[in-house]
């Protein structure tokens, strides 16, 4: 069973930047696909990006793209999500999930429930 703890969430201006990291617990890291999430306050939690195991393949929810970057490390076994010209609308808990197996695959593995395992999440706030 993966456990995962979030770090590196704080305030920053628009057009800034923060690094997000994940610290996973457990065996066998490296088979298991990465995803971060986020939920501002009255909304749905979002997909916005994940990484398979082997890094081989990254996706990213469309307003994200060009501005984060998810990496993994599996011999430390965290997975990063670099971001950077941030808005104040990316202001939101961002939260680490682990999943090994997809129905629909990774690529589209953008909806909560097809994730199982949660951090609890590092708050990031983007002041205009």
């Known amino acids: 069973q993966v456990q995962l703890v979030e770090s590196g969430g704080g305030f920053v201006q628009a057009g800034g930047s923060l690094r997000l990291s994940c610290a996973a617990s457990g065996r066998s890291f490296s088979r298991v696909a990465m995803g971060w999430f986020r939920q501002a306050p009255g909304k749905e939690r979002e997909f916005v990006a994940s990484i398979s195991g082997s890094s081989l393949s990254t996706f990213y929810r469309d307003s994200v793209k060009g501005r984060f970057t998810i990496s993994r490390d599996n011999a430390k076994k965290t997975v990063s999500l670099q971001m950077n010209s941030l808005r104040p609308e990316d202001t939101a808990v961002y939260y680490c999930?682990?999943?090994?197996?997809?129905?629909?695959?990774?690529?589209?593995?953008?909806?909560?429930?097809?994730?199982?395992?949660w951090g609890r999440g590092t708050q990031v706030n983007v002041s205009p």
């Open positions: 999930a682990a999943e090994t197996t997809f129905d629909r695959g990774l690529a589209l593995a953008d909806k909560p429930y097809e994730w199982s395992t």
